[in-house]
């Protein structure tokens, strides 16, 4: 009983048992077994953070410790490498779609720009790197930011576009900073009176880099120059979190576990040998010599009195089973499969090969247009369509299509005749299977269309699909002159 129900059981011991009985009452009808606290739920955490407040303080820890063990565990590296090839791959390609060939020509030279490693402030990246090291930064530290820096066209003549990027990482967000005026700042960003980030507070140079060329200051940048990469899991969530986070423990229980068995398999394949003596028996200075040249077909002299017992080593048991176990559940955490993570195709045919991607496949695409084409593509269209503005192309009417990498079959001969069959039954689009399969259907048409032409100029007959039937001759008539 509540201090209440004991004050109404002493003045009136009828209104407090009704009290106990309608409580036990609803404690039976309103109940989930995993709220209550007792035995079964001991130690369990159920703290009620907002999205964004259940790292606070906690997230330079999570990526250095995200970051040490992508270095350092080789399983951590590898799950970063599957997420990044399957949602990045050879890079998430543009094409344009424009009413006028003029109009496409002049978006095509423009886009260089980006295609090459002028759009990087440091002259190294071209996007589709940058795509690359976007998609790893964000899995290995959970967000990323990309600022954009303006270049003047009389210093930097050779660029297209006036503006460059930088791929910066969040250590450059300076925590120091508490507000902005009336806005609030958390963790370096500035959030408005919505809640909406309006700007960002960001250092000149990496604060743990090993020597700073000059002190550390930051600078306000408004949102508009920089974007923000990051996974959402969470209404209302405006930071990212490590993808390592739900599966470290496990991966760092894996690699201690690795090394005992490394050291257990070491001891096992160890022969050592321990010299029992008699008690009577006189030990010479140098007892035991010639021991530690003990090899396989070697004879070894012992002194008088000395016995030798050989040790019996331990076996190794059970590993592959434990580790499958604990790689299976690090993959279910990551959202890629447990092949692709432990390179293990053990009794894999293509039913459970593709069953198993199927899923993966599922998050992959997820990912690219939440994360790539969504934040980082669209941003730097964005910024390419302002950069136009800012070098005098007005007026262009164009679209960019993104178009994510080419998805591995697992059985080509049988998956491509069911694209087929989906395209001739209706079910499904050309121009949508070639993008599925990441490739861009502009290049495709035009391609083809140069293949038939120059096939046609070197007198070759042209190619025919699998299956179709020759086109039928023309049979002269003999009574042409009836």
Same mark, same amino acid.
């Given at each position: 009983?509540n201090?209440?129900?004991?004050?109404?059981t002493?003045?009136s011991?009828?209104?407090?048992?009704?009290?106990?009985?309608?409580?036990?009452?609803?404690?039976q009808?309103?109940?989930?077994?995993?709220?209550?606290?007792?035995?079964?739920?001991?130690?369990?955490k159920?703290?009620?953070?907002?999205?964004?407040?259940?790292?606070? %303080?906690?997230?330079?820890?999570?990526?250095?410790?995200?970051?040490?063990m992508?270095?350092?565990?080789?399983?951590?590296?590898?799950?970063?490498?599957?997420?990044?090839?399957?949602?990045?791959?050879?890079?998430i390609?543009?094409?344009?779609?424009?009413?006028?060939?003029?109009?496409?020509?002049?978006?095509?030279?423009?886009?260089?720009?980006?295609?090459?490693?002028?759009?990087?402030?440091?002259?190294?990246?071209?996007?589709?790197?940058?795509?690359?090291?976007v998609?790893?930064?964000?899995?290995?530290?959970?967000?990323?930011?990309?600022?954009?820096r303006?270049?003047?066209?009389?210093?930097?003549?050779?660029l297209?576009?006036?503006?460059?990027v930088?791929?910066?990482?969040?250590?450059y967000?300076?925590?120091?900073?508490?507000?902005?005026g009336?806005?609030l700042?958390?963790?370096?960003?500035?959030?408005?009176?919505?809640?909406?980030?309006?700007?960002?507070?960001?250092?000149?140079?990496h604060?743990?880099?090993?020597?700073?060329?000059?002190?550390?200051?930051?600078t306000?940048?408004?949102?508009?120059?920089?974007?923000?990469?990051?996974?959402?899991?969470?209404?209302?969530?405006?930071?990212?979190?490590?993808w390592?986070?739900?599966v470290?423990?496990?991966?760092?229980?894996?690699g201690?576990?690795?090394?005992?068995?490394?050291?257990?398999?070491?001891?096992?394949?160890?022969?050592?040998?321990?010299?029992?003596?008699?008690?009577?028996?006189t030990?010479?200075a140098?007892?035991?010599?010639?021991?530690?040249?003990?090899?396989?077909?070697?004879?070894?002299?012992?002194?008088? %009195?000395?016995?030798?017992?050989?040790t019996?080593?331990?076996?190794?048991?059970?590993?592959?089973?434990?580790?499958?176990?604990?790689?299976?559940m690090?993959?279910?955490?990551l959202?890629?499969?447990?092949?692709?993570l432990a390179?293990?195709l053990?009794?894999?045919?293509?039913?459970?090969?593709?069953?198993?991607?199927?899923?993966?496949?599922?998050?992959?695409?997820?990912?690219q247009?939440?994360?790539?084409?969504?934040?980082?593509?669209?941003?730097?269209?964005?910024?390419?369509?302002?950069?136009?503005?800012?070098? %005098?192309?007005?007026?262009?009417?164009?679209?960019?299509?993104?178009?994510?990498?080419?998805?591995?079959?697992?059985?080509?001969?049988?998956?491509?005749?069911?694209?087929?069959?989906?395209?001739?039954a209706?079910?499904?689009?050309r121009?949508?299977?070639?993008?599925?399969?990441?490739?861009?259907?502009?290049?495709?048409?035009?391609?083809?269309?140069?293949?038939?032409?120059?096939?046609?100029?070197?007198g070759?007959?042209?190619?025919?699909?699998?299956?179709?039937?020759?086109p039928?001759?023309?049979?002269?008539?003999?009574d042409?002159?009836?």
């Open positions: 009983m201090p209440i129900d004991r004050v109404v002493f003045f011991p009828e209104a407090g048992l009704k009290r106990m009985r309608a409580r036990a009452g609803a404690a009808l309103m109940n989930y077994d995993a709220a209550s606290r007792g035995r079964r739920t001991y130690g369990w159920a703290p009620g953070a907002a999205a964004d407040a259940a790292a606070f %303080g906690h997230r330079a820890r999570l990526r250095n410790l995200s970051r040490d992508i270095r350092n565990r080789p399983y951590a590296a590898r799950g970063r490498d599957v997420v990044v090839a399957n949602v990045v791959g050879e890079g390609t543009p094409s344009i779609r424009a009413q006028s060939d003029r109009e496409r020509g002049l978006v095509a030279e423009a886009l260089q720009h980006l295609l090459t490693p002028d759009i990087d402030s440091l002259g190294e990246y071209d996007l589709y790197e940058m795509q690359g090291i998609m790893g930064t964000v899995f290995g530290d959970g967000e990323v930011l990309v600022r954009r303006m270049r003047n066209p009389r210093h930097d003549p050779h297209r576009l006036p503006y460059q930088e791929l910066i990482e969040a250590d967000l300076d925590q120091t900073v508490q507000s902005y009336q806005n700042v958390v963790e370096g960003i500035e959030y408005g009176p919505t809640g909406a980030i309006e700007a960002y507070h960001l250092y000149n140079e604060p743990g880099a090993v020597q700073n060329r000059k002190a550390l200051s930051s306000r940048v408004h949102w508009s120059d920089v974007l923000h990469i990051r996974r959402f899991d969470r209404a209302g969530q405006l930071r990212g979190v490590p390592l986070a739900p470290m423990m496990t991966l760092g229980e894996l201690d576990y690795q090394e005992a068995q490394i050291l257990k398999q070491r001891m096992a394949a160890l022969m050592a040998v321990v010299i029992e003596w008699e008690d009577a028996a030990r010479p140098n007892a035991g010599a010639g021991l530690e040249e003990l090899a396989p077909g070697a004879v070894v002299n012992l002194p008088a %009195g000395a016995k030798p017992n050989f019996d080593p331990p076996k190794v048991d059970g590993y592959d089973e434990f580790m499958r176990r604990g790689l299976g690090v993959a279910m955490g959202g890629i499969s447990y092949e692709s390179g293990d053990k009794g894999v045919n293509f039913s459970s090969g593709r069953m198993g991607r199927m899923e993966m496949d599922r998050l992959v695409r997820m990912w247009r939440n994360l790539m084409i969504g934040q980082f593509c669209r941003g730097m269209e964005r910024w390419f369509r302002e950069g136009l503005a800012m070098a %005098g192309q007005t007026g262009l009417a164009f679209t960019l299509d993104w178009t994510p990498p080419r998805r591995i079959l697992v059985d080509p001969t049988k998956e491509i005749p069911a694209m087929i069959d989906e395209v001739e209706g079910l499904n689009s121009q949508r299977t070639q993008r599925e399969l990441g490739r861009d259907p502009d290049t495709i048409r035009a391609e083809r269309a140069q293949d038939q032409a120059e096939d046609r100029a070197a070759l007959a042209p190619v025919q699909p699998k299956g179709a039937e020759p039928a001759k023309t049979v002269e008539s003999d042409e002159g009836d």
